[in-house]
């Protein structure tokens, strides 16, 4: 047998392109619209993900596109929550995980600072005070 007669059989690693539905182009274009109405009038918006008819392979290709940005956040209640800033400021992708590991949730938030981080008003009372006993406890 000569080398020219062992056949070769690549495997490709990225999804086929008949994975993709479509709908992730749409919603890219969606999203960008978002952040035009967050611009011009402080208008949030938050988009289920898994609401949407998305194969796996539009989420990887969405989540490519749309690029990891400088700030992650995790919280843990009940399970892990990440609010993940992607590579265009304003649009942050946030996922809630179940104690085991799995995806109860995912959205794509447009808003400067995602809601949930906000600090509600009563929390902020009970910030100021335990700070006023410690100013207290000073002297």
């Known amino acids: 047998m000569k080398l020219d007669d062992i056949a070769i059989v690549t495997v490709s690693a990225v999804a086929p392109a008949a994975a993709l539905s479509g709908n992730a182009a749409v919603l890219l ?32 290709w969405l989540r490519e596109r749309l690029g990891a940005g400088e700030i992650r956040i995790a919280l843990d209640a009940d399970g892990e929550s990440t609010l993940n800033e992607t590579n265009c400021p304003g649009v ?16 794509i938030e ?30």
């Not at 109405?37 to 796996?56: F, K």
């Not at 942050?92 to 959205?107: C, D, L, R």
Request: a negative charge; aromatic letters at 4%; glycine letters at 6%.
């Open 92 to 107: 942050w992708w946030v996922e809630h995980h179940n104690p085991a590991g799995g995806v109860m949730s995912a959205f």
């Open 110 to 139: 447009v808003t400067h600072v995602p809601k949930l981080v906000k600090a509600h008003v009563d929390d902020i009372r009970s910030g100021l005070e335990r700070l006023e006993l410690l100013v207290a406890n000073m002297s």
């Open 29 to 60: 274009r969606e999203i960008a619209d978002r952040v035009r109405r967050l611009i011009d009038s402080g208008e949030s918006a938050a988009i289920d993900l898994l609401a949407m008819p998305l194969s796996a392979a539009d989420l990887d």
